[in-house]
């Protein structure tokens, strides 16, 4: 492993263990929100702010959480065409669909910075001391973000997919290898 594959390899784990520490503080926070809600609810009290907080919540943690999938290699896509093609065009097909999806969270990245100027005459209903631009800051930061995954998982997939590894397979496997272990388990 070289310095480079190195560094790549560590910084991808700091940012791992970065992001499942926030999106777990993330749906934490909605768990707390939600159950405290309809605590208050079943006792006749309410939080004024408790719909507009916990949709801001539910929608950070699923961008959020689209960073750590890109990260993972998790999102959706093809892998199993790509592994079956042959090299050449597997080579191309790979580096077509980096270019379409690095591409698309460029655009993303830059219209969601955008519209972050006009949000910022806007305020949340229930908590209007927090403007729009701040909860919709999500949109430009994790489009940037997902990049970053995507480029920092760029070379274990690259060396996947020039060795023809499916990674659905593979994840089937994994979880057959799993299953098949705890039956074992259960069974003794």
């Known amino acids: 492993m070289t310095a480079v594959d190195r560094t790549v390899y560590q910084t991808r784990r700091v940012v791992e263990r970065l992001l499942e520490f926030f999106t777990v503080g993330l749906l934490l926070a909605l768990t707390v929100i939600v159950l405290v809600a309809v605590g208050l609810r079943t006792f006749g009290g309410s939080l004024a702010w408790y719909d507009e907080v916990a ?14 999938a890109a990260l993972k290699r998790s999102h959706m896509g093809f892998p199993g065409i790509v592994a079956k093609a042959p090299p050449a065009i597997r080579t191309a097909l790979f580096a077509f669909s980096e270019v379409i999806v690095v591409g698309f969270f460029i655009v993303v990245a830059w219209y969601g910075y955008k519209v972050l100027d006009v949000l910022a005459w806007d305020n949340l209903i229930a908590l209007p001391s927090i403007g729009l631009n701040v909860t919709q800051s999500v949109i430009p930061i994790s489009a940037v ?4 995954c995507e480029l920092l998982s760029l070379p ?7 060795s023809g590894v499916d990674s659905e397979e593979e ?13 074992k388990e259960h069974r003794s």
Do not use: H, P, T
């Open 55 to 68: 949709s801001i919540n539910l929608a950070w943690l699923s961008f959020y959480g689209a960073c750590l």
């Open 145 to 148: 973000l997902f990049i970053i």
């Open 156 to 162: 274990m997939a690259w060396q996947k997919m020039r």
């Open 171 to 183: 994840a089937i496997e994994e979880a057959i290898r799993i299953a098949e272990q705890d039956l």
